[in-house]
């Protein structure tokens, strides 16, 4: 399926070009079983040959990637923190979540939110999922587009840079993501595995 996907991926980005690339990272980022260590590298690739332009991928690229995030953004915006804490007050404790934890969390992205969307475009997994919490939180439009805007620069120029440089061996660059990826994972595990704990002992403190 996966190489199916992949090979979709490159036929679209073979017959629309710059268009191409921009509605797949568009895709991509609301729906991220689309492989952006294949859409990005093979861009690049495919600038590299000469049938486009490195510089105005990355551009395309970063068009979509705001766009995509603009979409989750906005669809988390009108559930809106009202409806969130609703959701979590009445179901909450079926998932260990109270309504406190929600306060934390919500305060934790409210001092870091320009950072937490900077550097959350930059990584693996984490980066569309960093638009829906900025969208609870009706983070400033501006100040979300310029940082999703960086951020989104910085993993396409990696990405569709690297599979210029590589050429033919564009390819290779989805090995190396996938070990990131899984290192992504871990830390992900070990932070929920931490929550878990917190609230274990805090049941067996009363």
């Not at 689309?34 to 332009?53: C, N, T």
């Not at 669809?75 to 934890?101: N, Y």
Request: proline share 3%; glycine share 10%; hydrophobic share 55%.
């Amino acid at each position: 399926m996966l190489s199916d996907l992949g090979t979709w991926v490159q036929d679209v980005i073979e017959s629309l070009g710059y268009f191409g690339v921009a509605l797949l990272v568009v895709i991509e980022n609301v729906f991220p079983p689309i492989p952006s260590e294949i859409v990005l590298p093979f861009a690049g690739f495919v600038a590299q040959r000469g049938d486009a332009s490195v510089v105005v991928m990355i551009l395309v690229a970063t068009v979509g990637s705001v766009v995509g995030a603009w979409i989750l953004y906005g669809i988390s915006a009108m559930i809106g923190p009202v409806r969130l804490r609703h959701f979590i007050v009445r179901f909450g404790k079926w998932f260990g979540v109270k309504e406190t934890d929600l306060d934390r969390a919500e305060q934790w992205f409210d001092e870091r939110a320009i950072a937490a969307v900077l550097v959350g475009r930059c990584v693996p997994l984490i980066r569309s999922i960093v638009s829906i919490p900025a969208g609870f939180r009706r983070m400033n439009v501006v100040s979300f587009t310029l940082y999703t805007a960086l951020g989104s620069f910085v993993w396409n120029l990696g990405l569709i840079g690297a599979g210029a440089i590589l050429g033919d061996q564009w390819d290779v660059v989805e090995g190396y993501l996938g070990v990131l990826q899984w290192i992504v994972v871990a830390i992900i595990i070990a932070a929920v595995a931490r929550y878990a704990l917190v609230l274990v002992r805090r049941r067996l403190s009363r």
